[in-house]
């Protein structure tokens, strides 16, 4: 396969060149390079070809949940969307809390458009009280654990899920949420809150956990991920330990640098998320932290809902929302940085933190597994939820013109999306 008249851009640097790939790797990179006998050739003319994209946070609902998505229609929704890695968050049913469940999920993803590696959780159950089998887990290859959509609370306990992961050399993701202080709210406590009588969570309860996780990196001088950053206090925190020397890294998603809690004021579901959508002024510290390295990655947190999940009214219906097809333009589109650096965000950063920098997110160069993704940053198209890849609908953005789309998405050599349209 050839990947023609592109320009290559990776972590070093730009420049126009044809890509070939063969028997899963890439086999030369260089100007006007001939074509194999026999080979696919994909148009890349004005589209910038890089590694493909890595999604540290997306829910992919299976098993238990398979009519909001399975590993299956996840996948592909992330292929769409240029994805050749995304990892699978453990908050399933049952969770992926042990070696048995782990072993489905990379059994489901075997055939899958992305590769599907599973989060484990840090607890059994996620129920936030004794310490699930991580060694059994890492073992099977998992790099990250956490009880994503509640945070562990028991700061004894997370101190020594940290010294149990620092000695296994894998890393703790936390969704940071004091469960005591964001009891009871449905949206961000603030003008919104009040002019909606509905109740708020203080962005507080983000950021007491992002201390405190700063505290416990400090004192077991282990690595914490934390996940999808919304507030401007918890941006200052992990601007600040990182500044310090502590091993903290964080992601932030779309939504909350692209919407804010005004959102909420059609009292539309589709607008709950959590952490919910916050102030202006938090979604401008959330750009700044993307755009001066504070914020390492951009991760989708796509949490797909059916449809009479999301028909409930605002306080009883679940939080979450679609992430995977639209990410790549929202970045491109909104935070006014250089493509190069979107890449960074959503490719090359994540992988590493993922633990899949040998495989992803690498530079495009001769030998390198030919996982890869080719941009069109010019071409729009509106979202249409009927549309999307998703087995559920529950996208901010329906009706919304886009600008940029991945074209061409190639998983382990083969093209698993050609002119946005999904091969598998
Ligand atoms: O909005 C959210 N949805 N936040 C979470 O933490 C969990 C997620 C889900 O699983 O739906």
Redesign the pocket.
């Given at each position: 396969m050839v990947l023609r008249g592109g320009t290559v851009v990776d972590e070093t640097g730009s420049r126009r060149a044809d890509v070939v790939v063969a028997d899963g790797v890439v086999a030369a990179v260089g100007q006007q390079l001939e074509t194999p006998r026999g080979a696919t050739v994909l148009d890349a003319g004005a589209c910038v070809v890089g590694p493909g994209l890595v999604d540290l946070h997306a829910?992919l609902r299976e098993p238990g949940d398979e009519e909001a998505e399975t590993v299956e229609t996840g996948a592909r929704a992330a292929a769409l969307g240029g994805y050749t890695a995304v990892v699978a968050?453990p908050?399933t049913d049952p969770p992926i809390d042990s070696a048995g469940v782990v072993r489905e999920i990379l059994e489901l993803g075997a055939g899958a458009c992305c590769e599907v590696r599973p989060a484990g959780a840090i607890t059994r159950g996620r129920a936030g009280t004794a310490l699930a089998p991580l060694a059994e887990m890492a073992a099977l290859g998992v790099r990250l654990f956490t009880d994503?959509?509640?945070g562990v609370q028991d700061s004894r306990l997370m101190r020594r899920a940290l010294e149990y992961a620092s000695s296994l050399g894998v890393t703790l993701a936390q969704?940071c949420?004091d469960a005591g202080l964001a009891a009871g709210g449905h949206m961000h406590e603030g003008e919104w809150s009040s002019r909606l009588g509905l109740p708020g969570v203080p962005s507080e309860a983000e950021e007491l956990m992002v201390a405190r996780d700063i505290a416990l990196s400090r004192l077991t001088g282990a690595p914490v991920h934390f996940?999808?950053l919304s507030t401007a206090g918890s941006v200052a925190l992990v601007r600040a330990a990182k500044a310090d020397g502590l091993r903290v890294s964080a992601e932030a998603a779309p939504h909350h640098f692209c919407l804010t809690a005004a959102a909420v004021a059609s009292y539309d579901p589709v607008f709950?998320?959590?952490?919910p959508l916050r102030s202006d002024a938090d979604v401008a510290a959330v750009r700044s932290g993307l755009a001066d390295g504070t914020i390492d990655a951009i991760a989708t947190?796509h949490?797909?809902?059916p449809p009479e999940a999301k028909e409930a009214p605002f306080d009883q219906a679940?939080?979450?929302?679609l992430g995977l097809e639209t990410a790549l333009p929202l970045a491109l589109g909104e935070l006014g940085l250089p493509v190069g650096e979107v890449l960074a965000l959503l490719s090359w950063r994540p992988a590493g933190i993922a633990g899949l920098a040998g495989s992803h997110g690498g530079p495009v160069r001769a030998g390198a597994p030919a996982n890869l993704c080719v941009v069109d940053p010019s071409a729009t198209w509106v979202v249409d939820p009927d549309r999307l890849a998703s087995r559920s609908r529950n996208t901010p953005y329906a009706g919304r013109t886009l600008t940029g789309r991945a074209r061409h998405t190639v998983l382990r050599g083969e093209p698993v999306v050609i002119d946005a349209e999904a091969q598998r």
């Open positions: 829910h968050m908050n994503d959509g509640a969704h949420e996940l999808h709950k998320v959590n952490p947190d949490a797909p809902h679940p939080p979450g929302m």
